[in-house]
């Protein structure tokens, strides 16, 4: 009796214990964002002595935090818009067709080699065509690239959820007149919906937090997105601390409040992005 | 003549006429054609950059493999790969113990463990560069929370970023707050999906928790973790935003992992065709990595 009861009290210990470790960091941003620059460079004190928004409203006003978060909302919203539309569907021939010489498996290989190379590799190059096609500093390059990472990550995670509808139901639909496309879209595509969601969600964080091919391609508010934005507060000599602890309060906010949203899928999205 | 799809599927009674028959490449096409353009396409690029020589951002000439031996001639790369490989294999080696550790913790059902999972997972989905925010926060010798604990102590402040050693395992640190929830995450995966029966035979035995970690435990889970291992330390290999927000490299080059190597020797250091060179050079690695980790998930699948 005794001996179970000290069981659980470990096992409340060391679940209490992990979960300081994961929150007090952003707790200690937040209380951070809350001080005056006066209290946080001169008093050390743990807790806001009063709480004040200035930190924040010094981020809108001036600063331009705004444009990126209205940035990072565009791109990383179309950017998965499209790479669900045109993933999924190459998803779906991967899937259900075979193409002569084995074209289908040729592409899904390619697919996932592409997928596993390590972005960084071609930063150099797309920053170079980017300068030359004048396209340098737009919503659309970032769109443009995201869009194309995220298609390999849909096409590798829809394939598997596809493989899992029977044909059957294709079949019956176009014996009742659908043609296969129809079929498709009525039958097959609704049946992923769980699939798609967990892909939605992964490549939606994916995005949000990319930071290197933005810090790349962009370089002012008129396309900067939330983490370079966020980034150009730091690295001046003297660190504007309150503002940057509320920069990345604010930064971090759309993504907590989005997995608190999509929190029942938000494990199964992260889980299968990682593994499959 | 109709498409064939699957064999063994009964799905070769499908039969479609006219446009079903060019569907296939309809559907196929835009995603190829992107991935063409903005991987494939820059990869060749990239490639030929590798072998050249720039002024002002322009290719002026091929100088052949130049840019790669300078790469193994330079000890500042070696220096870069050096630390890159400590980095990860500190990193990865703790947060597998950490998140083996929580996997087992956190293997049972309930509202209250779900909600506890939830939470875990924070540090994971914030953003990078706000993660290098929140470290900053913490380790900064006048503001940091480090410093102020220290303060309200009565002890004199940590100096953490400005010593070399102390900058490498703030670092290591940080990404074990961020990635510990992934392997976390993956080995749960891997434990909720082992089979009960060795588990009730050793209950039945009377084994001991710990031997029964052990004896079946570890080894059902052991491919799991290699997989988990492989994943993360491939993307930890090309870390970036993080540091490029706590220390840039530095103080000195006790944090120049790779990825900000290269970036630096690009834009701030101009050298556009070493840097191309450099990076290929790590992707080779990573993609030999990758190749590695799809075998292991390939034999896993079986």
């Known amino acids: ?276 | 003549m109709a498409l064939p799809t699957r064999p063994g599927t009964p799905g070769a009674a499908l039969r479609g006429a006219g446009l079903d028959r060019v569907l296939p490449y309809l559907m196929l096409g835009p995603a190829i054609f992107l991935v063409l353009a903005v991987v494939v396409y820059p990869l060749f690029e990239g490639l030929r950059s590798s072998t050249g020589f720039f002024r002002f951002g322009r290719l002026v000439r091929s100088v052949g493999l130049d840019n790669y031996r300078q790469a193994f001639d330079d000890p500042l790369f070696a220096q870069a790969l050096l630390t890159t490989a400590r980095f990860v294999f500190l990193a990865v080696t703790i947060e597998t113990v950490l998140g083996l550790g929580l996997a087992l913790l956190l293997a049972r059902e309930g509202r209250l463990v779900r909600r506890i999972r939830a939470t875990l997972i924070l540090p994971m989905i914030v953003t990078p560069v706000v993660v290098g925010i929140v470290f900053r926060l913490i380790y900064a010798s006048d503001v940091g929370l480090l410093a102020s604990l220290a303060h309200a102590l009565g002890l004199s402040s940590p100096q953490i970023l400005s010593n070399g050693d102390g900058a490498f395992w703030g670092l290591v640190v940080l990404d074990v707050w961020e990635w510990t929830p992934l392997l976390f995450l993956i080995l749960l995966a891997g434990i909720q999906s082992m089979p009960i029966e060795p588990f009730e035979a050793a209950k039945v035995d009377g084994a001991s928790g710990w031997r029964t970690f052990v004896d079946h435990t570890l080894p059902l889970l052991r491919p799991t973790i290699l997989v988990a291992v492989t994943l993360r330390a491939i993307e930890a290999l090309t870390t970036f935003d993080q540091v490029y927000v706590l220390t840039r490299g530095g103080p000195g080059t006790s944090t120049q992992l790779i990825s900000i190597y290269g970036y630096q020797t690009f834009f701030q250091f101009q050298q556009v065709g070493y840097a191309a060179a450099m990076l290929f050079i790590v992707s080779l690695v990573v993609l030999l990595a990758s190749g590695f980790a799809i075998a292991l998930m390939w034999r896993r699948g079986r």
């Open chain 1, 1 to 276: 009796m005794t001996a179970s009861r000290l069981n659980r009290l470990a096992w409340a210990a060391a679940a209490l214990a992990a979960i300081l470790f994961a929150i007090a960091p952003l707790i200690w941003m937040l209380l951070t964002s809350l001080k005056t620059n006066r209290e946080i460079t001169q008093e050390t004190s743990l807790v806001p002595a009063a709480l004040t928004p200035d930190n924040y409203l010094s981020l809108f006003n001036g600063r331009q935090f705004g444009a990126y978060l209205t940035n990072s909302v565009i791109v990383t919203g179309l950017s998965v818009a499209i790479a669900l539309a045109l993933g999924t569907m190459a998803a779906y021939v991967l899937a259900r067709f075979r193409l002569p010489g084995g074209l289908d498996r040729y592409v899904g290989f390619s697919l996932l080699m592409v997928r596993l190379l390590p972005p960084v590799v071609i930063v150099i190059p797309i920053f170079l065509l980017a300068q030359q096609l004048g396209f340098l500093n737009t919503q659309l390059s970032l769109i443009v690239v995201y869009a194309t990472f995220n298609v390999t990550i849909v096409v590798w995670m829809m394939e598997s959820f596809f493989r899992e509808i029977p044909v059957d139901l294709e079949e019956a639909a176009m014996v009742d007149g659908d043609t296969r496309f129809t079929a498709f879209r009525r039958i097959v595509l609704p049946l992923a919906a769980p699939g798609l969601v967990a892909t939605g969600i992964f490549t939606a964080i994916a995005t949000y937090n990319e930071f290197l091919f933005a810090l790349v391609l962009t370089s002012t508010p008129a396309a900067e997105t939330m983490p370079v934005g966020a980034a150009t507060l730091i690295g001046r000599i003297n660190v504007d601390w309150g503002a940057m602890s509320a920069a990345g309060v604010i930064g971090a906010l759309p993504i907590v409040v989005f997995s608190v949203l999509v929190q029942k899928h938000l494990v199964r999205g992260l889980t299968m992005g990682a593994v499959k």
